[in-house]
């Protein structure tokens, strides 16, 4: 699956949405590694990643040839700021309808249209990829991502009220939302 879009930015800044591939390995992996310092509504923190620039690039050229799965990136006069991605839920008959959605943008860049424009894009691709449902898993006082999820029409269908364990505050209730295609 491919995708590529250029968008203009809050701030008229023009930032270019396109799959992440095998020579964006090292760039991604270095932004993953600072989204997941700087909030504590992630899944991972930096010091459990074991994957290296290597494995990230392996990982991201496997990506840019799936017919259902894909990772974006957002990229800012040539740096990657923010990924984002759809990964099937399961190969099996009853699952095959189901993918999950997942981003994460470097805060610098928060508040500019950016998790709008990734989210919109991850919905079409997973449109395009046959699927009929796409779903989330949203730390339930980040209260910003979740609003933005139900312009794009998700909505909840349950919650988990230990679903992190987080290192700073404790227990985090995780949301689960999902999106009809």
């Known amino acids: 699956m491919r995708y590529h879009k250029t968008i203009t930015l809050k701030n008229s800044s023009l930032c270019t949405l396109r799959n992440a591939d095998f020579n964006d390995g090292a760039a991604v ?76 943008i470097d805060q610098k860049y928060w508040g500019l249209g950016i998790g709008k424009a990734l989210t919109g894009a991850c919905i079409e ?3 395009v990829a046959g699927y009929r449902q796409l779903e ?3 730390v339930a006082q980040n209260h910003a991502a979740s609003n933005l999820y139900r312009r794009f029409g998700f909505v909840e269908y349950g919650r988990n009220p230990m679903g992190f364990n987080s290192r700073i505050s404790g227990y985090q209730e995780l949301v689960y939302m999902r999106k009809e295609l």
Do not use: M, W
């Open 136 to 138: 989330l898993e949203c």
């Open 29 to 104: 992996l270095e932004t993953f590694l600072l989204t997941h310092s700087q909030t504590d509504f992630l899944l991972s923190y930096p010091d459990e990643n074991t994957f290296t620039a290597e494995d990230e690039a392996r990982y991201l050229k496997e990506k840019s040839y799936s017919q259902d799965e894909i990772e974006i990136l957002a990229e800012i006069d040539g740096k990657v700021v923010g990924t984002a991605g759809i990964s099937k839920v399961g190969r099996h008959c009853k699952v095959k309808h189901r993918a999950e959605f997942g981003i994460g």
């Open 125 to 127: 691709c997973a449109r």
